[in-house]
């Protein structure tokens, strides 16, 4: 899908067209109480001179365009818009945010003349004439207990499963260790709709792999054909294929590349358990809670914004890189963001949906997962996810709700573990292969204006030959954002796709 397009470009009194003049893209479910298409779909048409999206109501399909006085280009990929003409000038605001948070906000992208389509939009371009606009879910808070919490998720997510159901079983669920694919995959088992096979990667390091684990014990407790996946040696060529098929607006999800290539052409469908996260985000603690409603919304963003890695993005950018991605241009960006939650019920769980979820979560089941036909979320069911979104957070601060929940409801699973973040020995060879890897790539490029060579280059090297410092600078130098930082630099010369 990373090549459908659609162009529009006015020449003289006459407008020439290219690409797909009608492409619908994920999948839409008939309506329900909300009133709009249930679903993750993005779709589009032309005709009469008329060229119209339609996408789903949180806007978690990505699809970007670029509208100059006389043009237009849409597609689910940055790359292709940039293929076909659209401005490389850098959007500098959005890529300060970018570097310390790792996702974009709102409709930014790492370009300024390329925008995301807005959630729930309202886009229409006739006669050279853009008119855009979207709107954001806001959920209405409701008064329940923690029982009431509960018992509502589970009859809400069986509802949820019902309206997603496949006609035969040619679909696959990929299963982790934690608790949003295994509640798809019993709910599943429950009503006797099971899965061709569940499918596990391992992790690169530093995480630990219980993954697999955890389950394959749930899988043969509920008769599920389990397959494990190993990750390449080489993580540089995934992570740089990760970044053009998420259209540089990631700096995770490399791990997905060994799944998507392995069910491409095995399944027609895979169920994802995208959206819980906005009703238990990695936001969702008593810290963030009480610092959102101590603090100043400028104040807060500047908290966020990771302060203890400002010395080595420092360092690590160019003079010019920092200058124009600087932190003060990322907090002056987020804090408007974060004030928009002052009268949410959930703001951590909100703040999540609007940006980290449909910004960069959403980019593994509907970018990297192209090739799958249909990829089904459950958890975005509008009425799901109205009821966890209407949840005051201090009940969702205690994050085995979830968990509570499936105990619950399948009880002959319950004594199963679940994955855990227990360290594991330094993978010396690892991070040896990653930083020659990265070192080769960095010099085979040629120059980066966003990059200091002069730091990164005598540093790679030292953790080629010293053990104790390999060790050290792992966490802040082999990160994903220098390889990003490379390529995204070779895309604005016309060369993201070279490895």
Not at 217 to 235: E, F, T, W
Not at 284 to 303: H, I, Q, V, Y
């Amino acid at each position: 899908m990373s090549d459908v397009f659609f162009r529009a470009e006015i020449t003289g009194d006459r407008i020439k067209t290219t690409g797909s003049p009608c492409c619908a893209l994920g999948h839409e479910l008939p309506m329900g109480k909300s009133g709009c298409p249930d679903g993750v779909f993005a779709k589009w048409s032309w005709e009469a001179d008329r060229f119209c999206i339609q996408n789903d109501r949180y806007g978690y399909y990505p699809l970007f365009y670029f509208a100059g006085p006389r043009e237009l280009s849409v597609s689910p990929s940055i790359p292709k818009l940039l293929e076909l003409g659209a401005p490389r000038d850098y959007d500098d605001t959005a890529l300060a945010v970018f570097l310390r948070l790792g996702y974009f906000l709102g409709e930014d992208t790492p370009f300024r003349f390329i925008r995301a389509v807005p959630a729930n939009a309202t886009f229409e371009w006739a006669g050279g004439r853009l008119q855009v606009s979207g709107h954001q879910y806001l959920a209405e808070p409701i008064r329940v207990n923690r029982q009431q919490a509960v018992d509502g998720y589970i009859s809400l997510f069986r509802q949820a499963i019902q309206r997603r159901l496949i006609p035969n079983e040619d679909f696959a669920v990929p299963l982790s260790g934690g608790g949003d694919s295994r509640h798809i995959l019993l709910e599943l088992c429950r009503i006797g709709h099971r899965p061709k096979f569940c499918a596990t990667f391992r992790h690169f390091p530093p995480r630990n792999n219980s993954d697999p684990e955890c389950a394959a014990k749930l899988c043969a407790r509920a008769g599920v054909p389990h397959i494990v996946l190993d990750q390449p040696c080489s993580k540089l060529k995934p992570e740089l294929r990760k970044n053009l098929k998420t259209s540089f607006c990631a700096d995770e999800h490399t791990q997905y590349m060994v799944l998507a290539d392995y069910l491409k052409n095995k399944v027609r469908a895979v169920y994802d358990g995208l959206g819980s996260s906005a009703f238990k985000s990695s936001y969702l603690t008593p810290r963030w809670l009480e610092s959102f409603r101590r603090l100043t919304s400028t104040d807060f963003a500047r908290e966020i914004l990771h302060p203890s890695s400002e010395p080595v993005l420092k360092n690590l950018l160019s003079a010019e890189g920092y200058k124009r991605f600087g932190q003060e241009a990322a907090i002056a960006r987020l804090a408007p963001e974060l004030e928009r939650l002052s009268q949410v019920p959930d703001p951590p769980g909100t703040f999540s949906s609007w940006n980290w979820t449909r910004r960069e979560i959403s980019l593994a089941p509907y970018a990297i997962y192209e090739d799958i036909p249909w990829v089904l979320s459950p958890y975005l069911d509008h009425d799901l996810f109205d009821f966890m979104m209407s949840l005051p957070a201090d009940l969702l601060v205690d994050r085995s709700l979830q968990i509570e929940a499936i105990g619950k409801e399948y009880p002959q699973y319950a004594d199963l573990p679940y994955e855990t973040h227990s360290p594991i020995p330094f993978s010396f060879s690892h991070y040896q292969r990653y930083a020659r890897e990265l070192l080769e790539y960095a010099a085979l490029k040629g120059p980066c204006r966003l990059i200091r060579r002069s730091y990164l280059f005598p540093r790679l090297f030292r953790c080629l030959v010293e053990g104790d410092y390999l060790r050290s600078a792992a966490p802040w130098l082999l990160t994903p954002v220098v390889a990003y930082l490379i390529q995204l630099d070779r895309a604005t010369e016309g060369n993201a796709t070279e490895f």
